[in-house]
């Protein structure tokens, strides 16, 4: 497969909020060229802050591939679609919010 290198990340999404608990979800999308590691051609970073520290994180960072940080986990992330990825995160720190009660 062939993939172009010209083609510069655009900013597709970028949302920052602050939720009821005084946490802060931050969500950044952009579509890149497809490479070797973010076929889909989409980088990605997802991250939800408790006490000043990443909680849940989503994230496709440089020769990492798609992948999920829960605490001090880390697994492999299947990327299907822009909307499963964010459905996916939501539903995490949802799950974690009850964990934590």
């Known amino acids: 497969m062939v993939y172009k290198t010209n083609m510069k990340a655009r900013l597709i999404r ?6 009821e608990l005084g946490n802060t979800l931050e969500m950044k999308l952009w579509q890149v060229a497809p490479a070797s590691d973010k ?13 000043g520290e990443r909680a849940i994180g989503y994230d496709n960072g440089e020769r990492q591939g798609d992948h999920r940080h829960y605490g001090d986990f880390q697994e492999s ?5 822009l909307q499963k990825l964010a459905d996916d995160f939501l539903a995490d720190i949802e799950r974690f ?3 934590t009660k």
């Open 39 to 51: 076929p889909h051609g989409f980088r990605y970073s997802l991250v939800y802050i408790v006490n």
């Open 14 to 19: 970028h949302t920052k909020v602050t939720d």
């Open 97 to 99: 919010k009850e964990q």
């Open 77 to 81: 992330y299947a990327f299907t679609s």
